[in-house]
């Protein structure tokens, strides 16, 4: 089970922390990954984590504004989003997958399990 939270209403230009914490599977081989969806789109990718620290990856749109990073002894990866605008506005999930590869890390069809999504709405 995947649990967002963080999100909230904040300013353009405002910051923000999203947290999923995970339980009922070993967290430290997942690999973990932020997507959101704005109203009328369709899902994208935001950033992913790779399982023992592999590595970060980012959408275009947000890398140098946003930070993942996950906490083993937790359960929990943590999306630190900063100079917020407008178009970050949306429903942001978590997703975790034990075997997506990293051709496949932006794809939501890689990830077997979803949380139930937290919204973030910036005002300009």
């Known amino acids: 089970q995947l649990q967002a939270s963080g999100g909230g209403l904040v300013q353009a230009g405002d910051s923000l922390r999203l947290s999923c914490a995970a339980s009922?599977?070993?967290?430290?081989?997942?690999?973990m990954s932020w997507f959101r969806q704005a109203p009328g789109k369709e899902r994208e990718f935001v950033a992913a984590?790779?399982?023992?620290?592999?590595?970060?990856y980012y959408s275009d749109s947000v890398k140098g504004r946003f930070t993942m990073s996950r906490d083993n002894a937790k359960n929990t990866v943590y999306l630190q989003m900063s100079s917020l605008n407008a178009e970050d506005t949306a429903v942001y999930y978590c997703?975790?997958?034990?075997?997506?590869?990293?051709?496949?890390?932006?794809?939501?069809?890689?990830?077997?399990?979803w949380g139930q999504g937290t919204l973030v709405t910036v005002s300009s």
């Open positions: 997703a975790a997958d034990r075997g997506v590869i990293l051709s496949n890390i932006r794809n939501n069809a890689g990830y077997a399990w």
């Open positions: 984590i790779r399982r023992g620290g592999g590595g970060t």
């Open positions: 009922g599977l070993t967290f430290s081989s997942y690999t």
